[in-house]
């Protein structure tokens, strides 16, 4: 699998944004897929999770009410709508696949990584 983020950029506190993951490979259909970012000097950490149908979802506290993760299988792409951005929010965004299905917040579960796209919210 192979994961191509995109959508980032500069944005004012309380803006929006919409990121995208495209996914290539036989095992797309079949992964779980999720959501990651780190901000400088800090630990990445869980943004989002969607199962393989995308029937299930999963979010970090600190994202709950704003974010809305979503795919579309038939064109192997998982999206991120971020909404009401914060300057906390600012950090490189990462998508990941985990073709056994997982989609959780342990990264280490996930087997394969985007290159990320930066995400920048000025106060």
């Known amino acids: 699998v192979q994961l191509q983020a995109s959508g980032g950029g500069l944005v004012q506190a309380g803006g929006s944004l919409r990121l995208s993951c495209a996914a290539s490979?036989?095992?797309?259909?079949?992964?779980?897929m999720g959501w990651f970012r780190q901000a400088l000097g800090k630990e990445r950490e869980f943004v989002a999770g969607?199962?393989?149908?995308?029937?299930?979802?999963s979010y970090a506290d600190s994202v709950k009410g704003r974010f809305t993760i979503s795919r579309d299988n038939r064109r192997n792409t998982m999206y991120l709508q971020m909404k009401t951005l914060k300057p906390e929010d600012t950090a490189v965004y990462y998508c990941?696949?985990?073709?056994?299905?997982?989609?959780?917040?342990?990264?280490?579960?996930?087997?394969?990584w985007g290159q990320g796209t930066q995400v920048t919210v000025s106060s």
């Open positions: 990941a696949a985990d073709p056994e299905g997982y989609s959780g917040s342990v990264s280490d579960f996930y087997d394969y």
């Open positions: 969607i199962s393989r149908d995308g029937s299930s979802t």
């Open positions: 490979g036989r095992a797309v259909g079949s992964s779980g």
